[in-house]
């Protein structure tokens, strides 16, 4: 690490927290030429690998802004639209590598989004999983019922 105000090399560790939930590290540094220090902020990179095959780096914000377009009129808070991006973010990175297709990220935006706003879900997934019908969406919606345990009328399935 060079230091930012002599350019020197050599710099000493004098402190390390965690900080972002663990998603990156705060070292706080002394240069051993001249005596200043600085902190510097170290994160690990999660590299999205696009349709084309050309990587580059995850970016919340555009996790955030796909989201924002599929709930455009809804009660959807920008604080909701964050927490949903930091969950597909740890999602992600729980896969333990350090490259992930973009389609994946697609999947992982799935269900939280289902969770925060249903019909931001159904826009959300009728571009993602391209449908080409009224019948697309009928199905998913008979599936999410399903998932609930509601029949089409939104009554109740008992279960035995």
Not at 68 to 74: D, E, H, I, P
Not at 84 to 95: D, F, I, T
């Amino acid at each position: 690490m060079y230091c930012q105000f002599c350019h020197h090399d050599q710099t000493r560790v004098l402190d390390s927290r965690l900080i972002d939930n663990g998603m990156g590290i705060r070292r706080r540094r002394e240069c051993l030429n001249c005596g200043k220090r600085f902190s510097t902020i170290e994160r690990s990179q999660l590299m999205v690998v696009k349709r084309d095959g050309i990587p580059e780096e995850f970016n919340r914000e555009k996790v955030i802004q796909g989201v924002r377009r599929a709930c455009q009129g809804r009660e959807v808070s920008e604080s909701q639209l964050k927490k949903l991006a930091q969950k597909v973010e740890e999602s992600l990175r729980e896969k333990g590598t350090p490259r992930v297709d973009s389609n994946d990220i697609g999947l992982a935006i799935l269900e939280p989004l289902k969770e925060l706003d249903e019909v931001g879900y159904l826009r959300f997934a009728s571009v993602y999983k391209s449908f080409s019908s009224a019948d697309d969406f009928a199905q998913e919606i008979s599936s999410m019922r399903k998932g609930k345990g509601l029949q089409a009328n939104g009554n109740e399935v008992k279960k035995n």
